[in-house]
T-cell receptor, first 108, second 116 residues
């Protein structure tokens, strides 16, 4: 079993749609969680850190369920500029473990 | 401006040659990392360093070498022993992981290496 798994995608959604990405991790000792976005042929950029109680940043909401070892990212009112690959990242000990990513295409 | 720089952006190498990729950060981060990304794939850890003059192998260290003589710099050498070096190489840094907050990784713009 892979350490960090994500929805395989791709997700193709119309502008204005709400889309949710899921991520599961295998190591219960994981202590920090992040969502990054990566544009084509660019470096990953931090979108949000995910805190225990969940957190929101504008149109983006991240949730963490430690019991189920599950993280989610919700994007409301999708924009064309949200088209990218979304990476789930889990930190345990001193190791950052990256999921394979889920690609999102927002269509006009 | 604080950040991470990588050079060159594009690099072409002939088979059998060693090449060195540069990574510099002025974020005063203790930890630095090198990842490799192949088309349509996730990031794989090559090497990481949490302190000057110390570094550890990641999942795919074979055919690569690093040094950490200064806190700001973590160059990666791709040796001729690396069988399939064509890839996108990403350098990252963070404060030392283990804290419960503020331990995010920040990435440089990457170097695309092509072996001819």
């Amino acid at each position: 079993r892979k350490e960090v798994e994500q929805d395989p995608g791709p997700f193709n959604v119309p502008e204005g749609a709400t889309v949710a990405f899921n991520c599961t991790y295998s190591n219960s000792a994981s202590q920090s969680f992040f969502w990054y976005r990566q544009d084509c042929r660019k470096e990953p950029k931090l979108l949000m850190s995910v805190y225990s109680s969940g957190n929101e940043d504008g149109r983006f909401t991240a949730q963490l369920n430690r019991a189920s070892q599950y993280i989610s990212l919700l994007i409301r009112d999708s924009k064309l500029s949200d088209s990218a690959t979304y990476l789930c990242v889990v930190l345990y000990g001193q190791n950052f473990v990256f999921g394979p990513g889920t690609r999102l295409s927002v269509l006009p | 401006d604080g950040g991470i720089t990588q050079s060159p952006k594009y690099l072409f190498r002939k088979e059998g040659q060693n090449v060195t990729l540069s990574c510099e950060q002025n974020l005063n981060h203790d930890a630095m990392y090198w990842y490799r990304q192949d088309p349509g794939q996730g990031l794989r850890l090559i090497y990481y360093s949490q302190i000057v003059n110390d570094f550890q192998k990641g999942d795919i260290a074979e055919g690569y070498s690093v040094s950490r003589e200064k806190k700001e710099s973590f160059p990666l050498t791709v040796t001729s022993a690396q069988k399939n070096p064509t890839a996108f190489y990403l350098c990252a840094s963070s404060i030392v992981p283990g804290l419960s907050y503020g331990n995010e990784q920040f990435f440089g713009p990457g170097t695309r290496l092509t072996v001819l």
